[in-house]
């Protein structure tokens, strides 16, 4: 089955850029898609398609993937981007959906 | 308003059976595919089930196959996920999801979550 790796946490400073990675075998090769998940709430969609972002989310988050990474990007981050982060693929090779273990996102 | 609202969650004994819905609103739910995702506490997200538009094509995560069912009714605009033969380890929320509707509904995204019903199993 198809693993999608993501540090267990990233802190940044606020104003900073936050880069969250998730790595996977030939993951550009992949469609992915990155969620927030905020204490206490249900995870929302951020970043569609590797890079696309639905309507209603800060051109500030951004995601890129190539070779064997996929990079969700959150330039000038807030205090508010505090959350948890999780890349998620569909692997064809078995009809399965698979997240990533997720990302603890801390603005110091 | 898209909505969608889950209901059914609960204690139930190892080995019990609960039966999980979702009701969905705001949108056109029979063109839609239709997912269940779970967070066991303090864990990370699982993929659980999906369901297409007609009901026809299903898929599960392997930990679940045999023992849950996922299936939908449009005219009630209610996606449903029946769960068998319940483990310790099926204790998590669980989360209904509307998939984006892109272009495949593989390789699509999950744009619409519920607010979650928790499922504990426990003697």
């Known amino acids: 089955s198809y693993v999608l790796t993501q540090p267990p946490s990233v802190s940044v400073a606020p104003g900073q850029t936050a880069r969250i990675p998730c790595g996977g075998n030939?993951?550009?090769?992949?469609?992915v898609h990155w969620y927030q998940q905020k204490p206490g709430q249900a995870p929302a969609l951020v970043v569609y398609?590797?890079?696309d972002r639905p309507s209603g989310i800060p051109e500030r988050f951004s995601g890129s993937n190539s070779g064997n990474t996929a990079t969700l990007t959150i330039s000038s981050v807030e205090a508010g981007d505090e959350a948890d982060y999780y890349c998620?693929?569909?692997?064809?090779?078995?009809?399965?959906?698979?997240f990533g273990g997720g990302t603890k996102l801390s603005v110091l | 308003e898209v909505q969608l609202v889950e209901s059914g969650g609960g204690l139930v004994q190892p080995g019990g059976s609960l039966r999980l819905s979702c009701a969905a609103s705001?949108?056109?739910?029979?063109?839609?595919?239709m997912t269940w995702v779970r967070q066991a506490p303090g864990k990370g997200l699982e993929w659980v089930a999906n369901?297409?538009?007609?009901?026809?094509?299903?898929y599960y995560v392997d930990s679940v196959k045999g023992r849950f069912t996922i299936s939908r009714d449009n005219a009630k605009n209610s996606v449903y996920l029946q769960m068998n033969s319940l483990r310790v380890e099926d204790t998590a929320v669980y989360y209904c999801?509307?998939?984006?509707?892109?272009?495949?509904?593989?390789?699509?995204?999950?744009?619409?979550w519920g607010q979650g019903t928790m499922v504990t199993v426990s003697s």
């Open positions: 705001g949108f056109t739910f029979s063109s839609y595919w």
């Open positions: 998620q693929l569909w692997d064809s090779s078995n009809d399965h959906w698979v």
């Open positions: 369901i297409n538009q007609d009901g026809s094509e299903k």
């Open positions: 999801a509307r998939v984006r509707g892109g272009r495949s509904p593989y390789d699509d995204a999950f744009n619409i």
């Open positions: 398609d590797d890079s």
């Open positions: 030939n993951i550009g090769r992949k469609t």
